[in-house]
């Protein structure tokens, strides 16, 4: 096993393999490749790209915390976390609609927040969570509810297209000169997406930042708005169908 710091506690040790999602939350058999960014970058057409890698399998994760962190996460947040998460599955089932308007009865907000959280602390490794002190601190004390407002979290319901883990990356937006710095992962059948310094709104996302605000034992029950977002190019915030994104290729051609 790989030796560096968790990502979490910042302990140099041999890492664990930290599944991203929880095993439980149907990332026990998937395949998937690796592929570097620099890689994708280079395709000329994404959606036509065969990437050399091997297939890996048995869930898709990091090496990333140590033995402890990973235990902890497990003890504390996975449980509350797969519920959350697979009581989305029902919607994603219903391919005819792209927008629900749902309540979520009794599920344990706070450990749901925490887990999104790690998980972003684990796709990102320490060279990012080390100056997020705050941030792990969140994770590591199941009490604590204070979270720099910098930190903002989102959700949707992932529509087709490839699972995506996008480590921290900054995209433009050259007519409303609006810049957005954040990370996110797609895998069904979810969506997550954290923002670091954000001050606008992402127009088809739900914000999920006052889980924050509820204690950690608290069993809560909230209205969601959630949209169905393809993602088929493992950038970050782009949403474009597959037409679209052929239609920009041959355009920029
Ligand atoms: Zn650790």
Redesign the pocket.
């Known amino acids: 096993m790989p030796e560096d710091n968790?990502?979490?506690?910042?302990?140099f040790?041999e890492l664990s393999f930290e599944h991203i999602p929880p095993k439980s939350a149907f990332n026990k058999n998937t395949r998937y490749k690796i592929v570097a960014y620099e890689e994708v970058l280079k395709q000329e057409n994404i959606l036509e790209a065969k990437f050399k890698s091997k297939i890996e399998q048995g869930g898709i994760g990091y090496y990333s915390?140590?033995r402890?962190?990973n235990n902890f996460l497990g003890l504390n947040y996975v449980n509350a976390y797969t519920a959350y998460s697979n009581s989305f599955i029902e919607f994603v089932k219903k391919k005819q609609f792209d927008y629900f308007q749902l309540t979520m009865h009794e599920f344990e907000a706070a450990k749901v927040l925490k887990q999104i959280a790690s998980m972003f602390i684990s796709l990102n490794t320490w060279s990012f969570s080390e100056s997020h002190y705050e941030l792990r601190n969140f994770i590591l004390n199941p009490n604590i509810q204070d979270l720099p407002s910098k930190y903002r979290f989102f959700n949707y319901l992932k529509g087709e297209g490839d699972i995506r883990n996008a480590r921290v990356s900054v995209i433009g937006d050259l007519n409303s000169a609006t810049t957005v710095m954040g990370s996110e992962i797609a895998f069904p059948p979810l969506g997550h997406v954290m923002t670091i310094d954000f001050k606008g709104s992402l127009s088809y996302h739900h914000e999920i930042t006052n889980f924050k605000n509820f204690r950690v034992d608290e069993f809560v029950s909230t209205d969601l708005n959630v949209y169905r977002l393809p993602t088929h190019i493992p950038m970050f915030l782009d949403y474009r169908s597959k037409e679209q994104i052929e239609k920009d290729i041959k355009s920029s051609r």
């Open positions: 968790c990502s979490l506690c910042g302990t040790c915390l140590c402890q962190c």
